[in-house]
Nanobody, 119 residues
Framework: QLVESGGGSVQSGGSLTLTCSSS????????MAWFRHTPGQGREGVAA????????YYADSVRGRFTISQDKAKNTVYLQMNSLKPEDTAMFTC???????????????WGQGTQVTVS
């Protein structure tokens, strides 16, 4: 149901925008989020957004550099990533679920992920 795109290789300080497209109306979900996975550090919540609302949540490691946004007409959530660092290298995955929203909750719907590599 969730398909990510937009990953790739970028130099340190560069930018990427990730896209998460849902095959169903994202109003069916209360929350959409981005997580990242690395072999050494496991899974980390990056950003989350309340569908149809203004509330957003960010990990401390990305606050001020990453921005999550939504386009309900396109059933899509975006992650704009600026000032990328080598430590941002990871598999980024989109997730969705019912409220409550945030990065500390369990999400039950996941995409396959898109790889981001920063050198």
């Amino acid at each position: 149901q969730l398909v990510e795109s937009g990953g790739g290789s970028v130099q340190s300080g560069g930018s990427l925008t990730l896209t998460c497209s849902s095959s169903v109306n994202i109003d069916n979900f209360g929350c959409m989020a981005w997580f990242r996975h690395t072999p050494g550090q496991g899974r980390e919540g990056v950003a989350a957004i309340v569908v149809g609302g203004d509330r957003k949540y960010y990990a401390d490691s990305v606050r001020g550099r990453f921005t999550i946004s939504q386009d309900k007409a396109k059933n899509t959530v975006y992650l704009q990533m600026n000032s990328l660092k080598p430590e941002d290298t990871a598999m980024f995955t989109c997730a969705s679920d019912d409220p409550p929203c945030g990065l500390q909750y369990v999400y039950n719907n996941w995409g396959q992920g898109t790889q981001v590599t920063v050198s």
